[in-house]
């Protein structure tokens, strides 16, 4: 071990040593702190909090249910816990500040009690203010939406406790977090991380970014999806206003003075304000709100504002206008200071107005920024003006800046360089490790040679990714939006209707939502499967001349076609099939054997379904195994031989499929697996007995 990682061991042990010297001395301060945190997380979760949630955030026909006898209390425990460790945390930190202080692991310079109070203060309030968009606004109208939607397809949103209090303090956290962007941008700039430019320059990354989270943290319906991503993206130009408020404050206080500017207008904004409360007022009686509610009743809510007192509309009016008029001032204000800022600057020079002697005085910042187009033009209209001294003094400080700038680049480059071939602690690690994976060291023989082949045959593929991915999205998306506006309704009935007469009377069949997202997230499910199956086809057909070019396959192409459309064939017959036969048959013998038992019969929504398209599409998917192997024998691009000699890789690729992308149960596993190997085997069969046990080709 070098000297540096034994330093930073020892270092470690230090600061380790240093918390459990606190935890052994003040104890009891801890762990007071930490029951304190535990006790009152479960008193508030018992008293205060569900009871809260369940009377704002549920509308009618939503249940909140335990699946088991422990979900209320280990809950109660778990939030307790993290309740409680949040608040030891402080308390640890605060009685440990002597012995890192002592040991130099924390810095001991003084700061200004205001700052630190007023940091703090920011963040608190913008957590809050996130947290009650969410609780207020979000939580209310996504709830209604989600349960309306559910109620429309037949289905019971019949709530885990579990599931709906994490989804509720999650997605709250989130909007807590979001919130923060104002202080973490104002804060990067300030401090020279990241320059305000990089904020302003790359806000359409910064949209990309905030509405990609929000598929991640949110329900992927559109109307949430937008509930989300607009407010942040509005939360994002706030935030780089104040950011450039900020910056310009900190490059020249004096240009921009907060209190002159307080004394110069408030008139404006105190009128700014009347003005905002009269129209809040007249909003309010004159049936603004009751538009609101029609809207929102529009999309399904059954959130309301009719009933809001005019005063409170107006005196909302008048803040929000008030801080509009600061805000709009203050921006002037700040325009102002950076053109005084910018003409201070040393790049600002405006070389047409000087002359020869001027511009062989200039400094170099004054000709980084040009471009030669714009050094020439310069340089034209001198020649104009006859001052050709000029011209010849602008081209040639030109020239001299440009060299230098591609001198500095050079010995840059040179540096990196020198600094990528001497390498660091990782690079000599790892060195050696990747030269397989590169395409000068590369040999068929290799693993780097398989990497190639699949370099290859993906490069081929680029060329079609358009019409692919074109065609996925719109299978995908008709698909979901045919099951989102109504679709998995008309499927229950339909499918329900179908079930004997007596299983329908005896044995009430209800499917549940037990958790808030799960019927969207079903949906999307099914849509991107549904588009991975149409554009499979698309993938190998396009993949093909790559394949047969490194031996993976041969034959004709247009077999993969006609494996297509066999492929689409077979899939909707069995799901036709299976549709009318098979999934009522064994969904009633499954409901009637729970009847017998004497049991209330709910299935959740995911399980429900997932039978249902594993006893219709996947009998035509089981079909489609037997009729590809025959099609590709036949068409010479994968040989019985070669099918025979694979069975256990391909028996094992299922197993592991499954494992990875079925629900987390051994069960749903086999019933997926079991029947796909079978269905290989059962196609080797036939070409065993086409082929005359593999004596003659069959093609």
């Known amino acids: 071990m070098d000297e540096d990682a034994a330093r930073a061991i020892q270092s470690g042990r230090e600061t380790a040593g240093a918390f459990l010297s606190t935890l052994q001395s003040r104890l009891q301060r ?16 018992r008293m205060v909090v569900w009871p809260t949630l369940e009377a704002d955030l549920t509308s009618e026909g939503v249940r909140i249910i335990t699946q088991t006898p422990f979900d209320v209390i280990l809950l109660q425990v778990k939030i307790g816990l993290i309740i409680g460790a949040l608040v030891a945390l402080p308390v640890l930190l605060f009685s440990a500040r002597e012995e890192l202080g002592d040991r130099g692991l924390i810095n001991n310079v003084p700061i200004a009690r205001w700052k630190v109070a007023s940091v703090a203060v920011a963040a608190v309030g913008l957590f809050l203010l996130g947290a009650v968009y969410a609780y207020y606004l979000f939580f209310p109208i996504m709830f209604d939406f989600l349960a309306t939607n559910a109620q429309r397809a037949g289905l019971a949103p019949h709530y885990s406790i579990v599931y709906w209090t994490q989804f509720i303090l999650v997605l709250g956290i989130s909007f807590g977090i979001a919130a923060q962007l104002p202080l973490v941008m104002s804060a990067l700039a300030y401090s020279g991380v990241v320059p305000y430019e990089a904020f302003r320059d790359n ?31 509005s939360l994002y130009g706030i935030s780089l206003y104040i950011t450039k408020v900020i910056v310009t404050m900190k490059r020249g206080g004096a240009d921009l003075s907060v209190r002159g500017l307080a004394r110069r207008h408030w008139n404006h904004a105190l009128g700014a304000a009347v003005l905002g409360a009269l129209a809040g007022y007249a909003f309010a009686v004159g049936g603004g709100l009751d538009l609101i509610d029609d809207g929102l009743r529009g999309i399904g809510s059954a959130y309301r504002f009719g009933g809001t007192d005019p005063g409170v509309v107006a005196a909302f009016g008048g803040a929000l206008a008030f801080v509009v008029a600061v805000l709009v001032l203050v921006y002037r204000a700040v325009a102002v200071a950076s053109k005084a800022q ?8 405006d070389l047409g107005a000087l002359d020869a002697a001027g511009v062989q005085a200039a400094p170099d910042e004054a000709f980084a920024d040009l471009s030669e187009d714009e050094a020439v033009a310069i340089a034209n209209d001198a020649i104009e003006a006859g001052d050709r001294e000029k011209a010849g003094a602008v081209l040639d400080r030109f020239d001299e800046v440009d060299a230098k700038t591609e001198e500095s680049e050079g010995e840059g480059e040179g540096e990196a360089a020198a600094e990528e071939e001497s390498g660091g602690v990782v690079s000599q690690t790892a060195a050696g490790v990747a030269d397989a994976f590169t395409e000068e060291e590369t040999t068929e023989d290799d693993i780097g040679g398989y990497y190639y082949d699949l370099r290859f045959v993906l490069d081929s593929v680029r060329s079609s990714l358009f019409r692919i991915f074109a065609v996925f999205l719109l299978t ?48 999307v499910k099914v849509s991107v499967l549904f588009g991975a199956i149409v554009t499979l086809p698309m993938i ?3 993949a093909f001349p790559a394949l047969k070019d490194r031996k993976f396959v041969g034959g004709n192409r247009r077999t993969v076609g006609l494996w297509g459309i066999a492929t689409l064939l077979g899939l909707f017959g069995g ?26 019969i709910t299935y959740r929504v995911k399980s429900f379904f997932w039978l249902v398209i594993l006893t219709t599409a996947g009998i035509g998917l089981l079909a489609d195994i037997p009729i590809s192997m025959l099609l590709f024998h036949r068409g010479g691009i994968v040989r019985y031989e070669s099918m025979r000699r694979r069975w256990r890789e391909f028996a094992i690729g299922t197993f592991a499929f499954a494992a990875l992308f079925t629900p987390d149960s051994l069960y749903t596993l086999f019933v997926i697996a079991i029947p796909v190997v079978v269905a290989y085997l059962i196609g080797l069969a036939v070409l065993w007995v086409l082929t005359l046990g593999g004596r003659r080709s069959g093609g």
Do not use: C
């Open 30 to 45: 801890v762990f007071i702190g930490f029951v304190v945190g535990l006790l009152g997380g479960i008193l508030a979760m």
């Open 540 to 542: 190998v057909y396009a």
């Open 203 to 233: 806000w359409k990354y910064a949209v990309v970014i905030i509405f990609a989270f929000g598929g991640v943290a949110s329900p992927p319906d559109p109307f949430t999806q937008l509930l989300w991503g607009l407010p942040l993206v």
């Open 342 to 349: 910018r003409s201070r600057r040393p790049g600002s020079i």
């Open 575 to 600: 799901l036709a099939l299976g549709y009318a036969y098979v999934a009522p048959a064994i969904i009633s013998w499954l409901v009637w054997d729970a009847h017998l038992a004497d049991m209330v």
């Open 476 to 523: 995908m998306g008709g698909s979901f939006y045919w099951l989102y506006s109504g679709g998995i309704g008309t499927i229950r009935a339909d499918f329900l209707a179908r079930l004997p007469e007596n299983v329908r009377a005896e044995s009430p069949l209800d499917i549940i939502t037990l958790h808030p997202v799960e019927a969207l997230v079903f949906e």
